[in-house]
């Protein structure tokens, strides 16, 4: 990736949120009675960094960030299962609250991570393709119309998978809309901050890119 001045800070911060969401996303609170996962107050930055990345640099840069926040995931699992199995000291007495939290992980990152790259690719693609198509017009909607794509697939991916038998099947559905509708919504929130970030980021790093010839294949690092 060429030298910007600001996105190794946009890299680090997306890689942040992706990795908190590891240990913290099969916690379930109720959202108007509804089972959602807590993580819905804070993985939409995933995303809003995503938008930015996309607008201002590329897809092609926002997609290899994203392989950086499934490697740093992976990691993080790999460490998480050598603290399970490590044997604990004969004094510590709650080693199997380290071993409850921590072993639900794979599955999470597993189905989160699946989640994640669909969701995240379906919003910069779409994001990409938009700029073409209306030549840099419509900021506002292009966001919002992304968003809206890469959160429905990512949470139905994530809830399907990765909470499947944790929240009751009668009220998959309902969580998966209302966890969708409220990530959304604290998109829509910060949505302001995004575009005048999205604004100075062009006019401080000299760039604006159009992805008229990128090669748009997700497994592409």
Request: aromatic letters at 16%; one cysteine or more.
């Amino acid at each position: 990736m060429q030298n910007y001045k600001f996105l190794n800070y946009i890299v680090l911060w997306n890689v942040f949120f992706a990795i908190i969401c590891i240990p913290t996303a099969g916690k379930l609170i109720d959202v108007m009675g509804i089972p959602l996962s807590i993580s819905i107050y804070y993985f939409p930055f995933v995303y809003i960094f995503a938008d930015i990345m996309t607008e201002v640099y590329g897809y092609a840069v926002a997609r290899r960030v994203l392989w950086y926040c499934i490697f740093a995931q992976v990691s993080v699992i790999a460490i998480f299962e050598f603290v399970i199995f490590y044997p604990p000291s004969a004094v510590m007495t709650n080693n199997q609250s380290y071993v409850d939290v921590l072993s639900a992980a794979p599955r999470l990152v597993l189905s989160g991570t699946v989640a994640m790259f669909t969701g995240d690719i379906a919003n910069n693609y779409v994001l990409a393709k938009m700029k073409v198509w209306t030549s840099g017009r419509y900021m506002s909607a292009r966001f919002v119309i992304s968003t809206l794509c890469g959160q429905v697939v990512n949470t139905a991916v994530f809830y399907i998978f990765g909470l499947w038998g944790m929240i009751p099947a009668r009220l998959l559905t309902k969580s998966i809309v209302v966890a969708s509708l409220t990530k959304v919504s604290l998109e829509l929130l910060l949505l302001p901050v995004t575009l005048k970030a999205s604004l100075w980021l062009k006019k401080i790093e000299n760039v604006d890119y159009f992805d008229k010839e990128t090669n748009f294949n997700p497994l592409r690092f």
